[in-house]
Each structure stands twice: as structure tokens, then as C-alpha cells.
């Protein structure tokens, strides 16, 4: 069994900054991708940012390009997604999830990642 667990999110103004963490009770795979998803009201589930946990490059959506940082503590089996300049449009329930990298490679295809934590709420809102 996997679980992990968000933590970080809440409400915040706009231009502000919030950090998630995401803790994993194991890796479930060698070759484990750990990506950040978000999910807005009437939409659909998407990828924010993922990597896998043994190395490589991350992968982010455009919209978090130059604003948001993914990183890892390997030693405490923690993610954590840095959001920074955040926008009203950010506004989501944001998920860590763990899949595995097949070819090697992560990406943001939800479909490759079969276990999920709770969502954690960001609010962005003047």
C-alpha cells in the first residue's frame, strides 16, 4: 500500500506564495514519476509538474513555467511543489500522485499515475 499525504495549501492573495509537500510511505516502483495535479471546479484533473524520483529533468505545464518548482527530499520519501506570483486562475485542489516511468520518463498523462492523496485547496483571491 501507498499513501501519501499533501500538505500546504490555503488561501492567499494574488502574487503570493505557497509551498505544498507531499509525504509517501514508499516509492511503489523502481522508476517512480511523482508528479503535482490540480483539479478547478467544472474542470478537468491536470498535470502541473512531475519527476522522477531517481533523476531526470522535471516536466511542468506552460502555466507554471517560471512561477512554480518541484523538489524532493529522497532521504524523507517528500515532494514538494513551490508556487510562487500565484494567480486567481490557480485556484484548484492540488494532488500528488505516484505512477511509474515508463521508457523511463515521467510526464503529465494522469492516466499513468495509480495512486493519489487527498487533494489539499489553494485558494488565490484578493
Known amino acids: 500500500q501507498v499513501q501519501l499525504v499533501e500538505s500546504g495549501g490555503g488561501s ?9 509537500s507531499c509525504a509517501a510511505s514508499r516509492y511503489p516502483y ?7 495535479f490540480r ?4 474542470k478537468e484533473r491536470e498535470g502541473v509538474a ?7 529533468s ?4 506552460d502555466s507554471a513555467k517560471g512561477r512554480f518548482a518541484f523538489s524532493q527530499d529522497n532521504a524523507k ?13 490557480d485556484t484548484a485542489v492540488y494532488y500528488c ?10 510526464d503529465l ?11 489539499t485547496q489553494v485558494t488565490v483571491s484578493s
Open 39 to 42: 483539479q478547478a471546479p467544472g
Open 12 to 20: 492567499v492573495q494574488p502574487g503570493g506564495t505557497l509551498r505544498l
Open 97 to 106: 500522485a505516484a505512477g511509474y516511468a515508463y521508457s523511463g520518463s515521467c
Open 30 to 36: 523502481t522508476g517512480t514519476c511523482m508528479g503535482w
Open 77 to 89: 520519501r517528500t515532494v514538494y511543489l513551490e508556487m510562487n506570483n500565484l494567480k486567481p486562475e
Open 50 to 56: 512531475s519527476k522522477k524520483v531517481e533523476g531526470g
Open 109 to 119: 498523462n494522469r492516466n499513468r499515475y495509480g495512486y493519489w492523496g487527498q487533494g
Open 58 to 61: 522535471i516536466h511542468y505545464t
